[in-house]
Each structure stands twice: as C-alpha cells, then as structure tokens.
C-alpha cells in the first residue's frame, strides 16, 4: 500500500514571499501520478498541479511549481509570490496503476499573511 | 462547463437512520470516485466506477455502505443505520477515463463540493 507524508501540519508566511510545502511518499511501483490539490474554506478541492513519474522535467503552472526527487520519493511544491487567496488546505496525492482512487497525506494549512 | 455537483449539500441525521447522498460527474466522465473525509481520518478513498461498475468495493468502511451508478452518470452513495463514526464530508470526483492498469495513465480528477454529514 502506498502512503503519502506532508510533515507541515500548518505554515504561515507572508504576503509577496515564497513558499515550500513538504510531500513524500513510498511505494514500490515504478509508474504513477502525484498531485497537489488545494482545498480553501469553501471545501472545493482544487487541482493546483500534477506530476507523472516517467517525466523528469519538474511541472510548472504559473506561480506553482513543484521539486519531484524520484529515488528520494519527494515531491514538494513551491508557491512564489504567495498571495492572500493562496490560504488554504493544500493536500499532496497518489495514484498508482492499480483501480483505486487517490491516496492523500493529511495536508498542511498554508496561511498567508498580509 | 458545468463541474461536478453533489447533494444535499449538509444533511444532518438521527443515528440508525438510512441515508442517501448523490454525486453528478462531469457530462462525458466515464470515472467516478467517492471519498470521505474526517478530522480523524484525513482523505479515505471509498469506491471508484468505471462506467456503471466498481471493480473494487473493499474501500467500503463496513457492509453499511454501499454504492451504485446507473446509466454511466449519476452515482448515490447509501448508508444505513448510521453511526456517529460516519459523521464526515463526502466528497465525489470524476474523470474522463479512470485509471489503467500498470499505472501507465491516469487522468485527472475533478471534485464536487461535498456532502457534509452529521449523524446525531
């Protein structure tokens, strides 16, 4: 079974700066997909970005980015020039190939500052 | 278009009592997932259908649970005899296709805005 671990239970910076959230995981499969999804007070998931594993460019979209390390099972995101409507439950996910949905860590709360 | 939608939005229940939450995917979404998610918990995975079967059930919490798609879209997750250990907001998502076997695609989900339960 595969399990997904973010380590910041909450973060807070402020407004304008950069921000690292922490993702790894362990799995023994070689083939499968991570995401970050975004969960504001609303409780909408939202896909923030995604990541296969075969590819070893780094996925961006605008201020999100991530730093997926596949030998060291690591897969953190990098939010640059945070801005307020960034807050939120932000959850890193799994799926490997087998017909299961997606597996999450326990999320970290990001609050930004003004 | 229009996103994945789910009702009741809040439902709010006696224990024992039998209830019923529905999901509407994507129009073209051939993928659907139910999950729940506790302050216990975290995110759990319940069941996923491709078209109008799951090939997998054993996500389901307790024999409690059960669910079902008919026509390929609108899913109903049901509950019996509710317990206050089910109290949690479920949460569906859908994709165009669902993933394939050797993890050699997978699409992305999108999620509807969930279905709070309190059992009381």
């Known amino acids: 079974a595969q399990t997904v671990t973010q380590s910041q239970p909450e973060m807070s910076v402020q407004e304008a700066e950069t921000v690292t959230l922490s993702c790894t995981y362990d799995t023994s499969e070689n083939n499968y997909y991570l995401f970050w999804y975004k969960q504001p007070p609303s409780r909408q998931m939202i896909l923030v970005i995604r990541q296969e594993a075969y590819k070893q460019q780094n996925a961006t979209e605008n201020r999100f980015s991530v730093n997926f390390q596949k030998a060291a099972k690591s897969f953190s995101l990098k939010i640059s020039d945070s801005q307020l409507g960034d807050t939120a439950m932000y959850f890193c996910?799994?799926?490997?190939?087998?017909?299961?949905?997606?597996?999450f860590g326990k999320g970290t709360h990001l609050i930004i500052q003004p | 278009g229009a996103g994945v939608s789910q009702s009741p939005s809040n439902k709010v229940t006696e224990k024992g009592k039998d209830v019923e939450l529905r999901c509407d995917p994507i129009s073209g979404h051939t993928a659907l997932y139910w999950y729940r998610q506790s302050l216990g918990q975290g995110l759990e995975f319940l069941i996923y259908?491709?078209?109008?079967?799951?090939?997998?059930k054993s996500g389901l919490p307790s024999d409690r649970f059960s669910a079902e798609r008919t026509g390929g879209s609108v899913s109903t997750l049901t509950i019996q005899r509710t317990q206050q250990e089910d109290s949690a907001v479920y949460l569906c998502a859908s994709s165009l296709v669902g993933p394939l076997a050797g993890g050699t695609f997978t699409d992305t989900q999108y999620f509807g805005p969930g279905t709070r339960l309190t059992v009381l």
């Open positions: 996910a799994f799926q490997g190939g087998g017909a299961d949905g997606l597996t």
């Open positions: 259908f491709q078209g109008n079967s799951a090939p997998d």
